[in-house]
């Protein structure tokens, strides 16, 4: 248990802090799964309403990949990396391989 005021404050701070850092890897996670199933979607049945969600939900990962990095709740690494997981997959969706 905090003994004093600095102490009590740090706690708090730390609190706040992890609950904002759950919120942000969460809406991460979340971004990148709806990125993910438009990719298999649009793989299946190609269209150009699904093509068109498909970069939708691509720029709205990037995005929020973007503000959690800069809040600092990602590493910008794990940031790069994650961008570039969701790119590969767009890519592979939208442009598939030549047999």
């Known amino acids: 248990m905090a003994n004093n005021k600095s102490s009590k404050k740090r706690i ?3 609190e706040r802090n992890r609950l904002r850092n759950r919120s942000y890897k969460s809406a991460v996670r979340t971004l990148m799964k709806r990125c993910f ?3 298999t979607a649009y793989a299946q049945e190609p269209g150009d309403s699904t093509k068109e969600s ?3 939900t691509m720029s709205a990962a990037f995005s929020k990949i973007d ?3 800069k ?3 990602l590493h910008r690494n794990t940031g790069a990396n994650q961008k570039a997981r969701l790119s590969v997959a767009v890519k592979k969706a939208i442009e598939p391989a030549k047999a």
């Open 37 to 39: 199933t438009a990719c």
């Open 54 to 56: 498909v970069q939708k």
């Open 71 to 73: 809040v600092g709740v």
């Open 67 to 69: 503000k959690a990095v």
């Open 12 to 14: 708090e701070i730390a």
